[in-house]
């Protein structure tokens, strides 16, 4: 009897097991890649699939909209999907999105490819960095570089390898329908669950060559969201928010050297352009860019110094305004600072950091009124003859001071000289005048 209930209690536990393994790898992992295709992007799509790997997921599922972005980011994401172990779904949505340029190429290396209606992908055709002019020659070797390495995945996939390299060679682009009618994507779905219905009991030859068959159907969709260090990454990526922080940081240390002791503007400055430069050290930089942001410093330091009238506040604004829309070198404009952004913060800056300038040299310029040096040159009144030690009334106190002893009590003097609590003195030039035809006094 004991030997049956524990029989029945071990096949209940293992039922049970076996529901809970099914129900706990029934999912799918959603990744949302909303951004311009980078460093932060590779890392957290990494994440992402080690995540599902680890949990036994079903499948990956990247929502994608992007314009495009770096190629060493596209080709880190594209080498992560490739040696997945779980099945990789990219799928371009919502309606009205795209999958531009890297964001193609990405696309094409998943296991599935999909989009939503109204969605649309391609011109894939590399672009040097800061949209330069590339010679016949290199413009060859870049483009036939990222047409073998469509190549290299595209067939694999089962998908149409000349009309996708046609993207690269000829900059071509596609909406949704005509994506599929050219066997460029699996699937058009209006949602992510019609997705997953429409993708069940499909067949997939992964990337090693081994057939899989998805059970999508009904699976629950968890979200893998960024870190909050990732998410506050992505947001310094940003060229024009890591321009506005090196901006204003090095605004605020000049604020803080003119002021010594102020301590908020230093840590500010400080804090600032640490973040600028953590961001701008995993984009594409150009050093000459940040020197020319430097020298438009130096531009307004010498304006107020010399007084050119406002044209050294000018080349700085314009050294700081190139320097701004140089700074990142991107293929693409959306990883670039924009030109507004970078008026709207040079223009005001320029002004700013001349007018305190100004400010810090004309008081370094105004004669000391205070301790020794604010008395030296001040005229005061002769109130005891110099014997040869007099008193002299000045500035509401009376000091004892030495000087010409045929000045008379009344007489107003100019201290020449202090040596400790003695004052050195002279007659004033109305003084002297007044003597001019009597002789002093011996």
Not at 242 to 267: D, Q, R, T
Not at 405 to 434: Q, Y
Request: net charge neutral; proline share 5%.
């Amino acid at each position: 009897m004991r030997a049956t209930i524990r029989s029945i209690i071990v096949f209940l536990l293992l039922i049970s097991s076996a529901v809970f393994c099914t129900t706990a790898s029934a999912e799918v992992v959603r990744l949302t890649v909303d951004d311009t295709i980078q460093p932060i992007s590779a890392e957290y799509i990494d994440r992402g699939i080690q995540f599902a790997e680890a949990h036994n997921a079903d499948a990956v599922l990247i929502e994608l909209r992007t314009p495009g972005g770096l190629e060493t980011s596209m080709r880190d994401i594209v080498q992560h999907i490739l040696a997945s172990k779980v099945p990789i779904i990219v799928y371009v949505a919502p309606s009205g999105a795209r999958a531009a340029s890297a964001g193609f190429f990405i696309l094409e290396s998943a296991d599935i490819a999909a989009m939503a209606p109204g969605t649309n992908t391609g011109a894939a055709h590399p672009v040097m960095m800061g949209g330069a002019k590339m010679d016949d020659v290199m413009k060859e070797k870049v483009t036939n570089d990222a047409a073998a390495f469509m190549r290299s995945f595209v067939s694999k996939r089962g998908r149409n390898v000349p009309v996708a390299e046609s993207t690269v060679r000829e900059s071509k682009s596609f909406t949704d329908q005509e994506a599929l009618k050219d066997n460029l994507i699996d699937v058009v779905a209006s949602s992510d669950q019609d997705l997953l219905q429409k993708l069940n009991g499909r067949e997939i030859t992964r990337f090693d060559g081994s057939k899989l068959v998805l059970h999508t159907a009904g699976n629950s969709i968890q979200p893998f969201d960024m870190t909050l260090k990732e998410e506050i990454l992505s947001f310094l990526m940003d060229p024009n928010m890591s321009f506005v922080l090196l901006a204003v940081g090095l605004l605020a240390l000049y604020v803080e050297f003119n002021h010594p002791g102020a301590i908020v503007p230093g840590v500010v400055g400080f804090f600032f352009v640490i973040l600028a430069i953590f961001a701008l050290n995993i984009l594409p930089v150009r050093y000459t860019a940040l020197a020319l942001i430097l020298v438009a410093f130096v531009f307004f330091a010498l304006e107020a110094k010399f007084a050119s009238h406002g044209i050294l506040t000018i080349a700085g604004i314009v050294s700081l305004t190139i320097g701004a829309l140089l700074l990142v070198d991107s293929p693409i404009p959306q990883l670039r600072v924009h030109v507004w952004t970078a008026l709207a913060v040079s223009i005001p800056l320029g002004a700013i950091t001349s007018f305190l300038m100004s400010i810090a040299l004309r008081a370094r310029r105004n004669k000391v009124t205070t301790g020794e040096e604010g008395l030296l040159g001040q005229t005061g009144v002769v109130q005891q003859p110099f014997t040869p030690e007099g008193k002299v009334f000045i500035r509401g106190e009376i000091w004892n001071a030495v000087g010409d002893p045929r000045l008379k009590i009344g007489d107003h003097v100019r201290i020449t000289a202090i040596d400790g609590l003695k004052l050195t003195v002279e007659p004033v030039t109305a003084n002297r005048a007044a003597h001019a035809t009597e002789p002093l006094r011996p």
